[in-house]
């Protein structure tokens, strides 16, 4: 498989944060991983990781929803007002537990690739690496 140029993991927990790096290091997802655990963090970090990747080898951003400070609705919000550039560069996927109707109902609006629930599994990023980065481990 060729690797992504790094994950950006965003969960106010870090344990979560921990052992979804361990995931994706075992499975060689990434070159580059960081981990976030409130949205402001993971903004300024995203503006890092985006200068450096292009759209053919993008960000992957696992984005929890429900954090304290910025949340994840939050941090999409904000996202959304960096150059467009740096966003062609950068693919979100919420990695949640539970949303709320409101959020759910905010989905089909917001400039994400997709929602997959917690706990990540590798069935589960098999699924994200296909759909959204055209890759996929090998047999």
Do not use: C, W
Not at 6 to 11: H, I, K, P, W
Request: aromatic share 4%; net charge negative; hydrophobic share 45%.
């Amino acid at each position: 498989m060729i690797k992504l140029s790094s994950v950006l993991l965003v969960d106010d927990d870090p344990r979560t944060n921990d052992l979804n790096e361990r995931l994706l290091k075992k499975l060689g997802v990434a070159d580059r991983y960081l981990a976030a655990t409130d949205g402001l963090t993971a903004l300024a970090a995203l503006e890092d990781l985006a200068a450096d990747a292009n759209p053919s080898s993008p960000v992957l951003v696992l984005l929890d929803v429900k954090m304290p400070g910025m949340d994840g609705m939050a941090f999409v919000d904000a996202y959304q007002r960096l150059p467009a550039d740096r966003q062609q560069a950068v693919v979100i996927v919420l990695h949640t537990a539970s949303m709320s109707s409101v959020d759910l109902g905010r989905i089909d609006s917001l400039p994400i690739a997709g929602l997959v629930s917690k706990p990540l599994t590798k069935d589960k990023l098999d699924t994200i690496l296909k759909l959204h980065f055209q890759r996929q481990f090998l047999a």
